[in-house]
C-alpha cells in the first residue's frame, strides 16, 4: 500500500473503519428503543404509534422486528471485529492469521506440483525417444503446445511467417531430442545481420541472385556469377561456404525448399538488406525461454511431443 | 393486512418509551386432522420420499441424481449436463417463477401452505414434537412447568430425535452432490472431507434451527417470496377467508340454540382457528401477510361446523371479489380464468414444450471450431493453401465415440493430417488441431464461408455442422 500512496491512508482507512464499527453498534442501542406517543385509541391499546407524522396527519403503527433480528445484526458486528483481527483488512495491518491471496495461490500451486511431481520425476528420467512413444506424455505434451507454443507455431505446429514449422525435417539448430529440449529451455535469438550497408545495395541484388541460384529458383545467372563472391566473403561465414546453413549459431539452410520468411525475390532482398532479428517491426521475434515458466519436467514432455511431430512414424 | 399507515388520532396523547424489538411469542399449533391436512401429509410424503429416495437410485451404473461440482458434470436420470448447458438451469429457473405466478395467482400461497421446504420440515418436526410431547395444550403445560427429571427426559428425547432427523437430511443433501453410498461409508469410518462434513452439519444444522425453532419467523421475516407473493394477488385470487358476513356477530353458544334468536352469527368463537394456526394469528381478522395458506383453519372450522349442525365453509378458499360480492363457487371459479392467469399458463406450457424438445433432440457432441490466429494462412507445396484450425470435440455422452472430421464449402477442400477417426472417451473433451488445405487456384482471395462436418463414425444421425471460414492469402 505504501508503495505510492502515504502511510497516512492507511491510519485514515483504520479510523474509517473503526468510526463506522462503532457507529453500527451506537446506532444498533439507539434504534432499539423510541420515544413514541402511545395511541389514544382504546381499540388497539397495544397499537403504539412511532411518533412519526407525515402530511401533517399520517403516523406509523410500530410493529416490532423480533429479537433476534437485533441480536443478528451484534453477530454481524462481532464478526466483523474478528474478521478484521484475523486477516488483512484494518487499514495496512496483515492479520494474525498471517493470510495473503498471494500465499493462497502459492500453497494451491504447491498442492498440485507435489501430486504431480511422481509422475513428471519419471518422464525425466525417460529418454525423449522413449516418452514420445508413450500415448500419456504425447496427450500431455499436445495440451502443453496448444497452450503456450500454438500462439506461434500453430496449432498444428506448422508455424508461419518468421515462425519455424516445425513438423518438417528443416531445422534451424538441430532436430534431435537435446537440442530441441535446449531450444525450449533456454530459447533462441537468431540474429541476421542487416547487411545493405555493408555491402552496397548493387551487392545486394546480386547476393539475392546467388542465393537464388542455390535453391534453384528462378535467378538471373550474371548476377548470381557477381553475387557469389560477395555471398562467400560476406555470408559464408554463417550460412557455409556451400550455403548450407549452421545449426550452431541458427543460420539456416539456403539450399532447401523451406524459407522462413518467404522465398520470393524482394522477401529475401529484404532480409539481406535489413536483416532479421528479434524485432516486432520486423515480424519477427526470438524463441523465448521457457525454463522458468514450464520448468524442466513439462519442457521434457514437450521436447518429446515436438520431436515426436517429425519423426511420427519411429515415435508411434 | 395490517395497514401500516393510520390517521393520526385527534385526542391528546401520552409520550412513553416503546422497544422496536420484541421476544418472539411461541406458537403451539394445535394438530389438526382434514381434507386439506391430508393433501399437507401426502405432499410432505411426496416430496420428502423424492428427496430422501433419489441419491440411492442408480442410473447406468451410476448414481440416477448426482451434481458433481468437481468433474463440472450433472447428472439427471439419462441426461448429463455440462457447464455449456446453463441455459437449461435458467430454463428450470424460470418455469419455477412461472409457476410460482401462476398458482399464485390462481389460489395464493399454495406453495407457501403445501409444499415449501420449510412448511414441509415444520411439519415433520411437529409431528415429532406432538408424539414425544403431546399436543397444544400438553405442550404449553410442559413449557410452564419447572424443570423436572421428567422435562428434561422429554426434552432430551425430543432434540435428539430432530437432530437426527436434521442430520439424516444434511447427508442426503450432500449425497446429492457426492456419491451418496461412498459418503456414508467415509461417515461411518470418519474419513469425511472437511467440505462434506462441513456442508452436512451446516444444512443439517439449518433444518433443526428452521424447522424446529425458527418456524414461522422464516416465514415472517426472511423469506422474500412470502412478501412478493403479495403483490400477485388479485381481487379474484382464491385465498383463505373467513366469511364476515355469515359468521359475525360471532358468540358461544349451546348447540340446540336458536341463532336468529340470539341474533348471532355461524362463528361460535371457539378459537380453533387460531389454535391450529402455525403463524399465530386470527384469521378472522382478515387477509394478513402472515398467513401461509395452509387452510389448517379451514379444516379446524369445518369440524366445529359439523359438530355444531351448521354448514361447513366458514373459512374457506375464496377469492375477495366472491366475498364482497357473494357470488356463488362457480363464478368464482370462472373469474379465476383471467388474462393473467391465462397468460402465465400459455406461456409455462410454451417454456415447458419447447425445454423438452430440445432435451429430447440435445446431441452428444458439442463442438467448437477456432482458427488460429498467429498466422492466417500459409502456402503448402507450391500449390496448395493451408489453414489451421483448433477443432474442441467435447463427449458428452456416457459411451466413447468414433468420429470423422469432413470439411465443405470450397471446391477441393480437405482434411489433412488427422488419423480418422478419432476416438473419444465418453464425457471428455479432446482438443484437436486441423488442418485444412485447397488448392491455391480454386477461388479468389480474401475470406470463404465453409462447415467443419463432424460425425459419429459408427451412427450418421450424429453429426455436428460448425460454420468458420477459409482464407486466402492474396
Known amino acids: 500500500m505504501s508503495d505510492f500512496v502515504s502511510e497516512f491512508w492507511s491510519s485514515y482507512v483504520a479510523a474509517l473503519t473503526l468510526a463506522s464499527i462503532a457507529g453500527c453498534a451506537i446506532l444498533l442501542v439507539v434504534m432499539s428503543r423510541a420515544r413514541a406517543r402511545q395511541a389514544a385509541d382504546q381499540a388497539a391499546p397495544d397499537k403504539a404509534t412511532t411518533g412519526h407524522v407525515w402530511d401533517g396527519d399520517l403516523t406509523e403503527y410500530n410493529n416490532p422486528l423480533p429479537k433476534w433480528w437485533l441480536n443478528l445484526f451484534w453477530i454481524t458486528?462481532?464478526?466483523?471485529?474478528?474478521?478484521?483481527?484475523?486477516?488483512?483488512?484494518?487499514?495496512?495491518?496483515?492479520?494474525?492469521?498471517?493470510?495473503?491471496?498471494?500465499?493462497?495461490?502459492?500453497?494451491?500451486?504447491?498442492?498440485?506440483?507435489?501430486?504431480?511431481?511422481?509422475?513428471?520425476?519419471?518422464?525425466?528420467?525417460?529418454?525423449?525417444?522413449?516418452?514420445?512413444?508413450?500415448?500419456?506424455?504425447?496427450?500431455?505434451?499436445?495440451?502443453?503446445?496448444?497452450?503456450?507454443?500454438?500462439?506461434?507455431?500453430?496449432?498444428?505446429?506448422?508455424?508461419?511467417?518468421?515462425?519455424?514449422?516445425?513438423?518438417?525435417?528443416?531445422?534451424?539448430?538441430?532436430?534431435?531430442?537435446?537440442?530441441?529440449?535446449?531450444?525450449?529451455?533456454?530459447?533462441?535469438?537468431?540474429?541476421?545481420?542487416?547487411?545493405?550497408?555493408?555491402?552496397?545495395?548493387?551487392?545486394?541484388?546480386?547476393?539475392?541472385?546467388?542465393?537464388?541460384?542455390?535453391?534453384?529458383?528462378?535467378?538471373?545467372?550474371?548476377?548470381?556469377?557477381?553475387?557469389?563472391?560477395?555471398?562467400?566473403?560476406?555470408?559464408?561465414?554463417?550460412?557455409?561456404?556451400?550455403?548450407?546453413?549452421?545449426?550452431?549459431?541458427?543460420?539456416?539452410?539456403?539450399?532447401?525448399?523451406?524459407?522462413?520468411?518467404?522465398?520470393?525475390?524482394?522477401?529475401?532482398?529484404?532480409?539481406?538488406?535489413?536483416?532479421?532479428?528479434?524485432?516486432?517491426?520486423?515480424?519477427?521475434?526470438?524463441?523465448?525461454?521457457?525454463?522458468?515458466?514450464?520448468?524442466?519436467?513439462k519442457a521434457h514432455v514437450l521436447a518429446a511431443y515436438v520431436w515426436g511431430l517429425s519423426n511420427g512414424a519411429a515415435a508411434r | 393486512m395490517n395497514e401500516p399507515v393510520v390517521p393520526a388520532p385527534a385526542s391528546a396523547e401520552t409520550s412513553i418509551e416503546i422497544p422496536l424489538y420484541e421476544i418472539r411469542r411461541k406458537i403451539y399449533p394445535r394438530a389438526v386432522t382434514g381434507a386439506f391436512a391430508r393433501w399437507r401429509l401426502a405432499l410432505v410424503l411426496g416430496t420428502q420420499l423424492f428427496f430422501y429416495g433419489m441419491p440411492w437410485l442408480t442410473w447406468n451404473g451410476r448414481q440416477a441424481v448426482l451434481f458433481d461440482l468437481a468433474a463440472r458434470k450433472f447428472y439427471v436420470l439419462g441426461l448429463v449436463f455440462w457447464p455449456q448447458d446453463v441455459i437449461y438451469l435458467a430454463v428450470l429457473l424460470i418455469l419455477s417463477a412461472l409457476s410460482l405466478f401462476l398458482f399464485t395467482a390462481l389460489a395464493g400461497r399454495l406453495w407457501c401452505g403445501y409444499a415449501c421446504p420449510q412448511t414441509v420440515y415444520t411439519e415433520i418436526f411437529l409431528w415429532v414434537e406432538r408424539k414425544i410431547e403431546g399436543d397444544r395444550l400438553a405442550r404449553i403445560r410442559l413449557d410452564a412447568a419447572p424443570w423436572s427429571l421428567e422435562k428434561v427426559v422429554v426434552k432430551v428425547l425430543k432434540h435428539t430425535a430432530w437432530f437426527a432427523i436434521a442430520l439424516w437430511t444434511g447427508y442426503t443433501f450432500v449425497g446429492f452432490f457426492t456419491p451418496i453410498r461412498d459418503l456414508g461409508v467415509r461417515a461411518i469410518t470418519w474419513q469425511l472431507g472437511g467440505w462434506e462434513g462441513f456442508w452436512i452439519l451446516f444444512y443439517g444444522l439449518a433444518t433443526y434451527g428452521n424447522a424446529g425453532w425458527m418456524r414461522e419467523q422464516v416465514c415472517k421475516y426472511m423469506c422474500p417470496y412470502a412478501r412478493f407473493q403479495s403483490v400477485m394477488f388479485d381481487r379474484d385470487t382464491m385465498i383463505i377467508a373467513y366469511d364476515e358476513r355469515r359468521g359475525e356477530p360471532r358468540g358461544s353458544r349451546s348447540r340446540s340454540a336458536d341463532r336468529a334468536k340470539l341474533g348471532v352469527g355461524d362463528c361460535v368463537d371457539c378459537n380453533i382457528c387460531v389454535q391450529v394456526c402455525p403463524t399465530g394469528i386470527d384469521i378472522r381478522k382478515g387477509l394478513q401477510h402472515e398467513c401461509i395458506g395452509c387452510a389448517a383453519c379451514v379444516d379446524g372450522c369445518d369440524q366445529v361446523m359439523d359438530r355444531m349442525g351448521y354448514p361447513r365453509g366458514l373459512i374457506?378458499?375464496?377469492?375477495?371479489?366472491?366475498?364482497?360480492?357473494?357470488?356463488?363457487?362457480?363464478?368464482?371459479?370462472?373469474?379465476?380464468?383471467?388474462?393473467?392467469?391465462?397468460?402465465?399458463?400459455?406461456?409455462?406450457?410454451?417454456?415447458?414444450?419447447?425445454?423438452?424438445?430440445?432435451?429430447?433432440?440435445?446431441?452428444?457432441?458439442?463442438?467448437?471450431?477456432?482458427?488460429?490466429?498467429?498466422?492466417?494462412?500459409?502456402?503448402?507445396?507450391?500449390?496448395?493453401?493451408?489453414?489451421?484450425?483448433?477443432?474442441?470435440?467435447?463427449?458428452?455422452?456416457?459411451?466413447?465415440?468414433?468420429?470423422?472430421?469432413?470439411?465443405?464449402?470450397?471446391?477441393?477442400?480437405?482434411?489433412?493430417?488427422?488419423?480418422?477417426?478419432?476416438?473419444?472417451?465418453?464425457?471428455?473433451?479432446?482438443?484437436?488441431?486441423?488442418?485444412?488445405?485447397?488448392?491455391?487456384?480454386?477461388?479468389?482471395?480474401?475470406?470463404?464461408?465453409?462447415?467443419?462436418?463432424?460425425?459419429d463414425a459408427h451412427d450418421a444421425s450424429i453429426a455436428r455442422h460448425e460454420k468458420s471460414t477459409f482464407i486466402f492469402p492474396r
Open chain 2, 316 to 455: 374457506r378458499y375464496t377469492s375477495q371479489n366472491a366475498l364482497t360480492s357473494g357470488f356463488d363457487r362457480r363464478t368464482m371459479w370462472r373469474r379465476t380464468l383471467r388474462p393473467r392467469s391465462i397468460a402465465y399458463a400459455l406461456l409455462l406450457v410454451a417454456i415447458a414444450s419447447v425445454t423438452a424438445l430440445s432435451l429430447a433432440t440435445k446431441s452428444p457432441l458439442k463442438v467448437d471450431v477456432m482458427r488460429d490466429r498467429g498466422a492466417l494462412a500459409r502456402e503448402v507445396g507450391g500449390d496448395r493453401v493451408e489453414n489451421v484450425y483448433r477443432l474442441q470435440i467435447m463427449n458428452v455422452d456416457e459411451a466413447p465415440r468414433e468420429l470423422r472430421v469432413d470439411v465443405a464449402g470450397l471446391p477441393g477442400l480437405r482434411v489433412e493430417g488427422i488419423d480418422q477417426p478419432i476416438a473419444i472417451p465418453a464425457g471428455s473433451t479432446r482438443l484437436v488441431p486441423l488442418r485444412l488445405q485447397a488448392p491455391a487456384q480454386a477461388v479468389a482471395a480474401g475470406s470463404h464461408a465453409i462447415e467443419v462436418i463432424v460425425t
Open chain 1, 77 to 297: 458486528l462481532f464478526f466483523g471485529i474478528a474478521y478484521l483481527l484475523l486477516f488483512p483488512g484494518f487499514g495496512s495491518m496483515r492479520g494474525m492469521l498471517g493470510w495473503t491471496s498471494s500465499g493462497a495461490y502459492a500453497k494451491e500451486r504447491q498442492d498440485v506440483e507435489d501430486r504431480t511431481r511422481p509422475l513428471f520425476e519419471q518422464y525425466l528420467k525417460t529418454d525423449v525417444r522413449t516418452l514420445a512413444a508413450n500415448a500419456d506424455a504425447r496427450a500431455m505434451g499436445e495440451r502443453l503446445f496448444l497452450n503456450y507454443c500454438a500462439g506461434c507455431h500453430g496449432s498444428a505446429a506448422t508455424g508461419g511467417k518468421g515462425f519455424p514449422n516445425l513438423t518438417d525435417k528443416s531445422w534451424l539448430y538441430g532436430g534431435d531430442p537435446d537440442t530441441i529440449e535446449k531450444s525450449i529451455l533456454d530459447g533462441r535469438m537468431g540474429v541476421m545481420p542487416a547487411m545493405g550497408p555493408v555491402i552496397g545495395e548493387e551487392n545486394v541484388a546480386n547476393v539475392v541472385a546467388y542465393v537464388r541460384s542455390l535453391s534453384r529458383l528462378a535467378h538471373d545467372p550474371f548476377k548470381a556469377q557477381v553475387g557469389k563472391p560477395v555471398f562467400m566473403q560476406n555470408c559464408a561465414a554463417c550460412h557455409g561456404a556451400d550455403g548450407k546453413g549452421n545449426h550452431a549459431v541458427g543460420a539456416p539452410d539456403l539450399t532447401d525448399e523451406d524459407w522462413l520468411y518467404g522465398s520470393s525475390q524482394p522477401t529475401i532482398t529484404e532480409s539481406v538488406m535489413r536483416g532479421r532479428h528479434a524485432d516486432a517491426a520486423s515480424g519477427a521475434l526470438a524463441m523465448p525461454a521457457w525454463r522458468a515458466t514450464l520448468g524442466e519436467a
